[in-house]
């Protein structure tokens, strides 16, 4: 260490527990932070600033201003930006000492073991079961520990897979849900915060797991309520029939993540209409139904066409009252247009028919000068 980490890290070196053994370790370490998005964010400015000495990034997307609310990363400037450059100048800008690599692409079969082998430990930030699988089942093939991290809405997740004596996420969730139980935080909005907490955690674990001090979560899967403020822990132990990281019948390759993909719904189905298409078809003697799957009511003053809410989180439950719409077309709306995807695909795998769904939601709607004609 040179007298500039001395200075830097001088904190962490009072603490009998790091101490300057354990900060050479951070220095020497080498982490990769799969997804730089909600939980990848304060995962990578975390260990940034603790020394982690080299940090790979995994990230393809480019900044939006709906990550803004809780990618820390990210500023307004950087929208439209890659958001791997803009997170490695940022860690670079905090702090010179660090390594970072830049996996500017997907994380695939074809190149997840090429790229996690390089590393000592790995974080999966993301946010898409088929990759969760991925992360999982190619750490377990190279014998690398892995914190796994998750949220939704107002809750929160985090534990350690992969350490030995310890389980796999196939262990927990052998094989992935149905597309309509399949929770996702853009499914149904998540408190930024939420995702600056997990993401603290997860930094929390790679340093102890680094530093071998403490206990990790292995084995035990932390559970954070923001709503409530509390933090619950639940056991999990390695199952003997895993098919992933039983060493009787482990995997000795990849699998077909195209399989866990193809369970995934599709958008290729569901059309997108403009704001100006969505008010000719109100207008047009079509016979539709108006579904609104947000919150609250956004258009009770259409009385000319048919007009259903049923929030997002509610609609699996109710498709039964849906029943006697079935031979007519459907327009799904809701505040932005993501939760009004998710709602088209699982009404669309069910047999009813989808004439579209609002692009942009009501937010892009309440631009416009028919609406304000109608509700101002």
């Not at 190619?138 to 985090?158: D, M």
């Not at 094989?175 to 853009?186: A, C, I, T, V």
């Not at 029943?323 to 327009?331: D, G, L, S, T, V």
Request: with cysteine.
């Amino acid at each position: 260490m040179n007298i500039n980490q001395y200075s830097r890290y001088n904190r962490h070196l009072l603490l009998k527990e790091v101490g300057e053994a354990g900060q050479k370790k951070l220095l020497d370490s080498k982490v990769l932070i799969i997804g730089v998005g909600g939980l990848g964010s304060p995962v990578s400015l975390y260990l940034g600033a603790a020394g982690v000495g080299t940090i790979g990034l995994v990230e393809f997307d480019s900044v939006d201003v709906s990550n803004l609310q809780r990618q820390i990363l990210y500023e307004t400037q950087d929208i439209n930006l890659p958001k791997i450059q803009c997170a490695a100048k940022r860690i670079k800008d905090m702090n010179p000492d660090v390594n970072v690599i830049m996996h500017e692409e997907p994380l695939k079969k074809e190149n997840a073991l090429n790229i996690i082998e390089k590393y000592d430990f790995v974080v999966d930030a993301t946010d898409n079961f088929a990759t969760r699988y991925l992360i999982n089942d190619a750490c377990i093939l190279l014998n690398k520990t892995y914190v796994y991290g998750s949220i939704y809405n107002f809750e929160g997740q985090v534990t350690v897979y992969g350490a030995p004596n310890g389980p796999c996420f196939r262990c927990i969730n052998p094989e992935p849900l149905p597309p309509e139980n399949q929770p996702g935080s853009l499914a149904l909005g998540i408190l930024g915060v939420v995702a600056g907490v997990i993401g603290c955690i997860q930094a929390t674990e790679v340093i102890k797991l680094i530093c071998n001090i403490g206990e990790p979560l292995i084995g035990r899967l932390l559970l954070y309520d923001a709503l409530n403020m509390k933090f619950r822990e639940v056991k999990i132990k390695p199952n003997c029939d895993c098919t992933i990281c039983n060493h009787n019948s482990g995997i000795d390759a990849l699998k077909n993540y195209e399989d866990i993909k193809n369970l995934e719904p599709k958008n290729d189905a569901i059309k997108k209409i403009t704001c100006v298409e969505f008010y000719h078809k109100m207008n047009s003697d079509d016979d539709i139904v108006i579904l609104d799957v947000s919150d609250q009511e956004n258009l009770e003053k259409v009385k000319y066409k048919t007009y259903k809410n049923i929030p997002i989180n509610l609609l699996r439950e109710n498709l039964n009252t849906l029943e006697e719409y079935k031979n007519k077309e459907f327009i799904i709306i809701c505040q932005s247009g993501v939760n009004s995807m998710n709602a088209a695909k699982a009404l669309y795998a069910k047999g009813y028919k989808i004439f579209g769904i609002l692009d942009g939601g009501i937010f892009n709607l309440k631009t416009t000068k028919e609406w304000r004609e109608v509700y101002e």
